[in-house]
């Protein structure tokens, strides 16, 4: 088994930023492909951003230019780091593990509001 532990939602105003975190642990050998998710109420979750296990990160449109994903090796933990946050942003983000999306955090609310 893999646990997936989310952090970093909340309320930010237009513009602003936040940094979402998820470690992984348990059953982990060597480096797993990690990312995430986001789901609005009432529309189709969708794919914000991700790593596979030798490196390579892959973005949404959407994402592209306004958010960074990093990965802390050592600690088997990715970043989310958005930045000029919109309304539109808001969302249910979940992160995921294993290449198949194979374990699944219980998602953190980002709220982005005036």
């Known amino acids: 088994q893999v646990q997936l532990v989310e952090s970093g939602g909340g309320l930010v105003q237009p513009g602003g930023s936040l940094r979402l975190s998820c470690a992984a642990s348990?059953?982990?050998?060597?480096?797993?492909?990690m990312g995430w998710y986001r789901q609005a109420p009432g529309k189709e979750r969708e794919f914000v951003a991700g790593?596979?296990?030798?490196?390579?990160?892959n973005y949404a449109d959407f994402a592209l230019g306004r958010f960074i994903l990093s990965r802390d090796n050592a600690k088997n933990t990715v970043y989310l780091q958005m930045n000029s946050l919109k309304p539109e942003d808001t969302a249910v983000y979940s992160c995921?593990?294993?290449?198949?999306?194979?374990?699944w955090g219980q998602g953190t609310q980002v709220t982005v509001s005036s």
């Open positions: 348990g059953r982990i050998f060597g480096l797993i492909a």
């Open positions: 790593v596979s296990s030798g490196g390579v990160k």
């Open positions: 995921y593990s294993g290449r198949s999306r194979d374990y």
